[in-house]
């Protein structure tokens, strides 16, 4: 499968016919194991917040006389909230990656609209942690694909971003076109200034369910599911996903992906099928 994968990426566009359809049954087949690895844990990956927010609620009316214990469950109760969101996320996520074949629903979708999406969807911890989120406009970038997937892959690259970084740092998304030989591609990259990736952990974490530090991923909401959607994304829209990472310093992920060509001369291309 992964062999597959792989030949399918690195050919150009124009003869990808046969391959994509030998890599669609093997990508479907590999997206259904995450989908039913997924069933069998999300119950208990649910059942954990929710039973400790049931549990910190009695805290809470137990503690009614004590402002700082009702304070401190209170937090704790808000990281409970928060992974609950993260996980339906990516259960939407998921659902999306799965059900719909990627070329098929194909259009030219605008690079400043994805980046917006995946702004917004992570406003909420970015401004927790005062984070920066800069952007650089690229009115006329377009990519080919299909846009809710698209939108799921950049908004977990720049969700991990944000949780992975400390505060008061800054979070980069820049759009670029770049030539390559089977047609022209655009990168979307995605800078941090975290606590950065080991070389060891960059082989292994597009696998589904690695996290590199489980108890840290869980309190931010992660499952390890978040960058094998990404990679599935990227590999069946003939595209990649990348990671440059300094321990300590930050990382880069870049997303490359074809671009949807001459839609920055029509401008209507990308609008219209909204
Ligand atoms: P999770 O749901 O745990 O975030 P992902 O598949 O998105 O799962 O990521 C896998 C692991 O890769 C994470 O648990 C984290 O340890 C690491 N990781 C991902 N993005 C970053 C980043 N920008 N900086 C540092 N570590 C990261």
């Not at 690259?157 to 655009?186: C, D, F, Q, W």
Request: charged content about 25%; proline content about 4%.
């Amino acid at each position: 499968g992964e062999a597959l994968a792989v030949s399918a990426r690195v050919a150009p566009l124009g003869s990808r016919l046969v391959l994509l359809l030998v890599e669609d049954l093997t990508e479907a087949r590999r997206i259904e194991a995450v989908r039913r690895d997924f069933v069998a844990n999300v119950s208990h990956e649910l059942k954990t917040p929710v039973g400790a927010l049931s549990l910190l609620s009695e805290a809470v009316m137990d503690a009614a006389d004590d402002p700082e214990a009702v304070a401190r469950f209170a937090g704790r109760m808000q990281i409970e909230a928060t992974r609950l969101t993260s996980l339906v996320q990516e259960i939407i996520d998921l659902s999306r990656v799965q059900n719909d074949d990627p070329l098929e629903d194909a259009e030219p979708v605008a690079v400043d609209e994805l980046v917006a999406e995946a702004v917004d969807r992570c406003r909420h911890p970015a401004n927790a942690k005062q984070i920066t989120m800069a952007t650089v406009d690229a009115p006329d970038l377009y990519v080919w694909g299909h846009r809710g997937q698209l939108a799921a892959a950049l908004g977990n690259l720049v969700e991990n971003a944000v949780n992975y970084s400390p505060a008061h740092t800054r979070v980069g998304i820049a759009g670029r076109k770049v030539n390559a030989p089977g047609g022209n591609m655009v990168e979307i990259s995605v800078t941090d200034q975290g606590m950065g990736i080991s070389p060891a952990d960059r082989e292994r974490i597009f696998e589904r369910f690695y996290r590199v530090d489980p108890a840290r991923s869980r309190a931010t909401g992660g499952t390890g599911l978040g960058l094998s959607i990404v990679k599935h994304v990227a590999a069946s829209h003939g595209g990649e996903v990348t990671v440059w990472s300094a321990e300590g310093q930050g990382s880069t992920f870049t997303l490359r992906l074809p671009e949807a060509a001459g839609a920055g001369q029509n401008q209507d291309a990308g609008h219209d099928q909204d």
